[in-house]
């Protein structure tokens, strides 16, 4: 009697766990500030996945068959666009997923570094001007009303309680930003120098300059021209801190750092995990980095 | 000059000139054993090594020490493969194995590194190099670590030579042919690794092969290629490095233009003294 109880109890029970994951929209997302602010819009009723890994090198990302098999089971993508994720469109394409719902979160967003014709020579990286719009909190809410819009569509049902997570997720990102740009104040020297142009937004955010970039193309090392110019930038601005990607060589910021003085920062340009808090904690880690 | 203007590419210029003399004479070695592919194959198999060592949480920026580690021991299990090549199969070159060697370095690299986050960059740098931003510490490094090299290669140079100028010679005069083929691809093999962390495959390829090419065109005897390949290795250093600060190129690939070039006028001026010498001695 007790062997029947139990099985009938576990079938109960993985049936309703099977019932809530059916339930639930399931959400891929190229990175994972987009899947992080999706979690938080849909709470419990979407499942999220990122694609790329928040350490990594979003502007290439080599496409893995895995990618097109979780994309075919899920419900919604979370396209960056702008030109970054050029590699998402491959793995929508591969798989083959007719019911899929693609949303391009840079809808709305006000685009900094539009490319004029002059710029074409630079490359093609940032084509349609710079993509890594969600580094300014203000531009998480954009994002957020573009995934809350596609959620309403594919389940009006849950509108309501979509919609008052979206005003919750307004309400907490305009409080912290109050205390972010507080903290990020303190700064005293307003200029910095990158290595890739991925904090353009965050700097706009939080009233600061990029005055270089280490890395003048793509792909390309700096020469030794570049390389005086930019000492001679940090010298005689007495800029103090260098963003650098954890996905970039180290000898560049070293260099730099034994003939200028100036603190390289490594901050990943996104958000590692995909909970709903995950988007602000990254704010949070890279404002304390830098401010410390 | 504007190296010296610049005053950080003076560093660059010294890491050349120790890198132009021991590749210079190591590249003879290669070039007269007639395998190339050796520096390149072993080189991906240092970067191989390096990558593996990403993979194992122990980048080379954070745990440089267990990274070359890693990377060296890879190193080293390529150069004992190169030994045993040899002895494989009669038929085939043992240049074949080495290309072998290479593609299969490049394909496992490429695996490796796709599964960590790091990957496209590691993999540009493997060819590309930072001459341009290598710290006092990786010089001082790599000028004992090549002078004890140097060394070994001075105090052994008598019998490294004759296996690699006269085989058959060395297997009468009863040499373990074995022990020096591991001795010179082990020391090698310590040379690449180090010498492809800073300069990238493809300037220590460059490094390897031209000047000595150079020198066997122009030259004739040991010493005078040696001699030659050293003075034209290092004349294409401070040329390259000159030209990419004036013209705001990337070194490496400017050093290896220059390189070309020199190899080009060196091969025209050989031409132009075989023919005028066909002239003067020819009708005798």
């Known amino acids: ?292 | 000059m504007l190296i010296f203007q610049y005053h950080f590419v003076i560093l660059a210029l010294i890491l050349c000139v120790i890198l132009t003399g021991i590749h210079t004479y190591l590249g003879y070695h290669v070039v007269r054993r007639g395998v190339i592919f050796v520096d390149l194959s072993l080189a991906q198999v240092a970067a191989l090594g390096a990558s593996v060592g990403i993979l194992l949480g122990f980048g080379a920026d954070t745990y440089p020490v267990q990274n070359y580690l890693i990377s060296l021991s890879f190193t080293f299990l390529g150069a004992i493969l190169f030994v045993l090549f040899r002895k494989i199969h009669d038929k085939v070159p043992v240049e074949a194995f080495i290309g072998i060697t290479y593609a299969a370095a490049i394909a496992l690299s490429l695996l490796v590194l796709e599964k960590s986050a790091t990957g496209t960059e590691d993999i540009k740098e493997m060819l590309t190099g930072t001459i341009l931003t290598v710290s006092p510490k990786e010089l001082g490094f790599i000028a004992i670590l090549y002078s004890l090299i140097g060394v070994i290669h001075w105090l052994s140079r008598k019998k490294l030579l004759l296996v690699t100028e006269d085989f058959e010679l060395a297997q009468k005069k009863g040499l373990k042919i074995w022990w020096w083929d591991f001795v010179f691809y082990a020391t090698f093999g310590f040379v690449v690794t180090s010498s492809v962390k800073v300069a990238g495959v493809l300037l220590v390829f460059a490094f390897l092969t031209i000047p000595t090419v150079s020198a066997i065109i122009a030259t004739s005897g040991t010493t005078q290629s040696l001699i030659f390949g050293w003075i034209f290795g290092l004349a294409g250093c401070i040329g390259g490095l000159e030209l990419s600060l004036r013209l705001d190129w990337s070194a490496a690939p400017t050093i290896i233009t220059v390189y070309l070039i020199l190899l080009i006028i060196t091969l025209a001026i050989k031409k132009v003294h075989v023919l005028m010498c066909k002239k003067r001695c020819g009708d005798n």
Not at chain 1, 111 to 137: C, F, M, R
Not at chain 1, 258 to 286: L, M, N
């Open chain 1, 1 to 292: 009697m007790k062997k029947y109880l139990f099985s009938f109890l576990s079938v109960v029970f993985l049936a309703g766990f099977n019932m809530l994951d059916a339930a639930q929209i399931k959400i891929a997302a190229s990175l994972p500030d987009l899947a992080s602010i999706a979690s938080y819009i849909g709470g419990d009723k979407v499942e999220t996945f990122s694609i790329a890994r928040g350490n990594a090198n979003s502007h290439y990302i080599e496409v893995l068959p895995s990618y097109m098999i979780r994309v075919s089971r899920a419900n919604v993508y979370l396209k960056v666009g702008l030109a970054l994720d050029q590699w998402a469109d491959d793995i929508i394409q591969g798989s083959r997923n007719g019911k899929l719902t693609v949303v391009d979160c840079s809808g709305d967003i006000p685009v900094l570094e539009k490319p004029t014709k002059a710029d074409s020579i630079l490359g093609d990286v940032h084509s349609q001007g710079n993509p890594h719009y969600w580094l300014n909190p203000a531009n998480g809410i954009i994002i957020a009303n573009n995934i809350l819009n596609a959620l309403i569509k594919i389940d009006p049902e849950n509108g309501e309680y979509y919609r008052s997570n979206f005003n919750r997720f307004k309400q907490e990102t305009e409080n912290r930003l109050i205390n972010w740009k507080d903290k990020m104040s303190r700064i005293e020297v307003k200029k910095l120098i990158g290595y890739h142009s991925s904090w353009v937004y965050f700097a706009d955010a939080f009233g600061l300059t990029i005055s270089g970039y280490i890395e003048p193309l793509p792909g390309i090392p700096p020469t030794g021209k570049h390389l005086s110019e930019l000492i001679n930038i940090i010298k005689s601005n007495d800029i103090k801190i260098l963003l650098q990607e954890p996905y970039f060589p180290d000898d560049g910021p070293k260099f730099l750092y034994r003939q200028t003085g100036i603190k390289p920062f490594k901050v990943a340009p996104s958000c590692i995990g995909t909970g709903k808090d995950e988007y602000f904690r990254h704010f949070d880690e890279v404002i304390n980095k830098i401010t410390s």
